[in-house]
């Protein structure tokens, strides 16, 4: 199985500031044939499922704000928000979908500091 | 708009069975992948199965084989999640999701609570 590693487990952002999050696979998620990277990432909010943020590592789902960016290949990537809002409170989720299973990161919960 | 409302959760025993279902609406149901992902109390996501548009193929994540069977009813538009000798392990919220037709998990129902307990 891959394992998604999220760091750090959580972190305390100001207002307008920015904050990143790093997913580590312990394996290459990049597919050579169509060079896509098959990583998304996903916001959580207390009491709400999941909603999808980015696929294939940097495409941002529509009506994602573009403070949001997602970045990185093959076994490293990273998440950006670059300039946090009160409604970006939430635990983000790295996932892979190049394996069976597909497999989560832990999550990182991002807070107002 | 699109829907997907589980239903059927609630309290069972360890060893014993549950069976519950997501409704879909607003969209074709019969052309995407559907999902089960669970997220025990305070913990992380764990995709536990998926099946394809006509039900041909499924995949399971290792520690339900063979005591979960996932299924689906397009002409109901309905997805099912048979759960056989349960474990305390298995309690967990459990969301119904959606495969986009390119790539992630794009819709998401609410979830429904399973709790193994005696």
């Known amino acids: 199985d891959i394992v998604m590693t999220q760091s750090p487990d959580s972190l305390a952002v100001s207002l307008g500031e920015r904050a990143t999050i790093i997913c580590k696979s312990s394996?290459?998620?990049?597919?050579?044939?169509?060079?896509?990277?098959?990583l998304a990432w996903y916001q959580q909010k207390p009491g709400q499922p999941p909603k999808l943020l980015f696929y294939?590592?940097?495409i941002r789902e529509s009506g994602v704000p573009d403070r949001f960016s997602g970045s990185g290949s093959g076994t490293d990537f990273t998440l950006t928000i670059s300039s946090l809002q009160a409604e970006d409170v939430a635990v983000y989720y790295c996932?892979?979908?190049?394996?069976?299973?597909?497999?989560f990161g832990q999550g990182t919960k991002v807070e107002i500091k | 708009e699109v829907q997907l409302v589980e239903s059927g959760g609630g309290l069972v025993q360890p060893g014993g069975s549950l069976r519950f279902s997501c409704a879909a609406s607003?969209?074709?149901?019969?052309?995407?992948?559907m999902s089960w992902v669970r997220q025990a109390p305070g913990k992380g996501l764990e995709w536990v199965a998926s099946?394809?548009?006509?039900?041909?193929?499924?995949y399971y994540v290792d520690s339900v084989k063979g005591r979960f069977t996932i299924s689906r009813d397009n002409a109901k538009n309905s997805l099912y999640l048979q759960m056989n000798i349960v474990r305390g392990e298995d309690t967990a919220v459990y969301y119904c999701?959606?495969?986009?037709?390119?790539?992630?998990?794009?819709?998401w129902g609410q979830g429904t609570l399973v709790t193994v307990s005696s």
């Open positions: 999701a959606r495969r986009s037709l390119v790539a992630g998990f794009d819709y």
């Open positions: 607003g969209f074709t149901f019969s052309n995407y992948w």
């Open positions: 099946i394809n548009q006509d039900g041909s193929e499924k």
């Open positions: 394996q290459s998620v990049l597919y050579s044939s169509n060079n896509k990277n098959y």
């Open positions: 294939w590592a940097s």
């Open positions: 996932q892979q979908y190049y394996s069976t299973p597909q497999t």
